[in-house]
């Protein structure tokens, strides 16, 4: 559906194209845009089409966002048509392959195609074969200008476009800086032996070019045998790239596997940390919740003794009163006794006067009985509510005790938890103590090995660089300047590899200083840390939140020191890369200086040949001059008698 869909919006833009140029539109073009090409890919091989239509298609082509690949070959676009489809694909954004083989392109069109080179960074391949690029120079170098700036381009097909042993050379100067290119075609030109010497010196230098096709070329063998081995030398490199890429990625990966499995442990860590100090605040919360609940008991149990002492009081009072109210009686029995001895109206009277108190006594002694059971109601209900608060009083203290103790196993509990952790925490710094040092010893060890081989290499590659010299020295002398021009610059390059390699040393070496002052560094965190601990041993018996506070602190310092670690072992395998690496260009070095020897000694008697094979033509030539040259005078003298004789005969006749 997307494909259909982007499909249909470029065949709207060319309509509107070729309405903006009062144009009717191609068929063609409307026929393979209504074939639904899959995956963004438009072909139009083989289809005629006039100046105005191009035009209109590379308007089309420029502002699209969906076309990937475009097939324009055997089209007849020639150099006016190859200007405006490279121009479209300059402000493309999505092109990835660009096939316009067969379409008579020369120079202004390669022109317009290396500017497009230049601008464009999303074309992978462009098939450019069968064009007449090679009838002048200066377009093939417009192509090499741009492969030069070009860093996307991975496949470049040149096939039979008649390219020279210059053009093929200046191909090879723009593969010496483009390090992107993977392959190239160029079966079926007039490269030659001059053209495969370019292409040999080129791949010294290029290692990325893994595929280059030179059928048809007329190649010496040993030639085309040592470009196949370069090729496949840098084959071989790429593979071994790949392989390191996914090793890289596979540490990466492990790397970030542990770096996760860090940080899962820490959060357990801090969870555990959480939920110890949840405990703590829990159990804090219920010893508060005890402590109020028992301070308002305690506070309800003395409301109850004020109560009950004032009950006791209030019976105390009314006890009094009844104390005085028998002594009331007692007084009017005795005034009683003494009225019996009065007469009868004082009987009588006294009767009456005994007969109220009488009843004012049994209306006091029913009031007194209704307080005392009023009272000792009271006083029951008091007790029994009394009995009940120390019920609950007792079962309140026992609900303490257990708490309490529930809390004591718990501290407890905590205090092993921290314990152990703390034994952890230290049992790990010490084994990443150890570990740090090993590492470090190792480290060192591998460094001193790393430096004596680089001495060794330095010391074979100046023995091999004074070799070179009394070579060139002898070659001097042998008179051959070519050759010694390129042993001059063979030198140049031997001794600026060697201040490049020196600039290495000296590098890595500030390198292994930086690292021993990191790791110098590390240690005095680790002392610093180590004090830490005492510190915390120290004041562990103080406070629990400090010993917390201190073992959060202790946890990020560990982690850092492991991620110091990290970027230290990961620094580490950088420089081992690094040695490994000088160590397989100073092989390669070693290598091509042998085969340029051997390549050298081969041109020097090769031309030593070719100079007596000239010396002997040349010989052979003198000797057919003098022959032609007595041939000539006899044929002179030859005519002179001739002529003689008809001049004689001619004035016989006249006689």
């Given amino acids: 559906e997307k494909a259909s869909l982007a499909m249909d919006n470029f065949e709207k833009r060319y309509k509107a194209a070729c309405t903006k140029a009062r144009l009717t539109e191609s068929p063609a073009i409307l026929h393979a845009l209504r074939a639904r090409c899959e995956n963004g890919s438009l072909d139009l091989s083989s289809t005629s089409l006039n100046r105005e239509h191009v035009a209109a298609l590379a308007r089309s082509v420029q502002g699209d966002r969906n076309l990937v690949s475009l097939n324009m070959e055997d089209m007849l676009l020639g150099d006016e048509g190859a200007i405006m489809v490279a121009q479209a694909c300059k402000l493309n954004t999505t092109l990835a392959s660009l096939n316009v083989a ?19 960074s999303t074309l992978n391949e462009l098939n450019l074969s069968w064009n007449a690029i090679g009838v002048t120079e200066e377009g093939v170098m417009a192509i090499a200008e741009g492969l030069i700036c070009n860093n996307s381009l991975k496949k470049l097909d040149l096939s039979n476009c008649q390219l020279g042993h210059q053009a093929v050379g200046g191909l090879a100067t723009s593969l010496v800086t483009n390090k992107d290119l993977e392959c190239i075609d160029l079966r079926w030109n007039n490269c030659g032996l001059i053209g495969a010497k370019y292409l040999l010196r080129m791949l010294h230098h290029n290692t990325t070019l893994r595929i280059m096709l030179l059928a048809g070329n007329h190649i010496p063998e040993d030639i085309l045998q040592a470009i196949e081995a370069k090729i496949e030398k840098n084959a071989e490199l790429y593979n071994e790239r790949l392989a390191a890429e996914g090793k890289r990625r596979y540490h990466n990966e492990e790397i970030a596997r542990l770096e996760r499995r860090a940080k899962d442990q820490i959060t357990e860590l801090q969870a555990e940390n959480e939920h110890l100090s949840l405990g703590k605040l829990k159990l804090e919360e219920l010893s508060d919740q005890l402590q109020n609940k028992m301070t308002h008991e305690m506070s309800r149990g003395d409301d109850i003794k004020t109560r009950l002492n004032l009950s006791q009081r209030d019976l105390e009072a009314r006890a009094l009163e009844v104390q005085d109210l028998t002594k009331t009686v007692i007084t009017l029995r005795t005034e009683l006794s003494t009225l019996k001895q009065m007469s009868a ?12 108190l009488e009843s004012e006594l049994r209306e006091a002694r029913s009031q007194y009985g209704l307080k005392t059971q009023e009272s000792q109601q009271e006083l029951q209900a008091s007790l029994l509510e009394n009995k009940l608060l120390r019920g609950e009083l007792e079962t309140l203290r026992k609900e303490n005790d257990r708490q309490k103790q529930w809390v004591e196993e718990n501290q407890q509990a905590l205090e092993k938890q921290v314990l152990d952790l703390k034994r952890q925490h230290e049992d790990r710094l010490l084994s990443e103590k150890e570990k740090f040092g090993i590492e ?8 001193r090995t790393a430096m004596a081989q680089i001495e060794q290499i330095r010391s074979d590659t100046q023995h091999q660089v004074q070799e070179t010299q009394r070579n060139m020295k002898v070659m001097m002398d042998s008179g051959h300047d070519r050759l010694m021009e390129e042993h001059k610059d063979r030198q140049v390059e031997w001794e600026r590899r060697l201040r490049v390699e020196q600039e290495d040393k000296n590098l890595i070496k500030a390198e292994l200083d930086k690292k021993q002052m990191e790791i110098d560094k590390l240690n005095s965190k680790n002392m610093e840390l180590l004090q830490q601990k005492e510190n915390v041993e120290r004041e562990k018996i103080r406070t629990n939140s400090a010993q917390d506070r201190e073992i959060g602190r202790l946890h990020g310092e560990i982690e850092a020191i492991k991620k110091e670690l990290s970027m230290a072992t990961a620094s580490e ?10 160590e397989q260009q100073i092989q390669i070095l070693k290598t091509e200086q042998q085969k340029e020897m051997s390549v050298w000694e081969k041109e020097t008697g090769k031309l030593k040949t070719e100079l007596a094979q000239s010396n002997q033509a040349l010989d052979a030539s003198k000797e057919t001059i003098t022959l032609m040259k007595q041939s000539e005078l006899r044929r002179v003298g030859v005519l002179e008698s001739a002529l003689q004789s008809y001049a004689t005969s001619s004035k016989v006749g006249n006689m």
Avoid: F, H
């Avoid at 067969?102 to 464009?120: E, F, P, Q, V």
């Avoid at 470090?440 to 460094?447: G, L, S």
């Avoid at 395998?573 to 000088?582: G, N, W």
């Fill in 573 to 582: 395998k950088k420089q081992s890369m690094e040695v490994v690496r000088l």
């Fill in 440 to 447: 470090i010893r190792n480290y060192q060890d591998r460094v």
């Fill in 102 to 120: 067969s379409n008579n392109i020369r120079y202004t069109g390669c022109c317009s195609l290396g500017d497009m080179l230049k601008a464009n």
């Fill in 345 to 356: 109206e004082e009987r009588s009277q006294a009767r009456m006067t005994q007969e109220k």
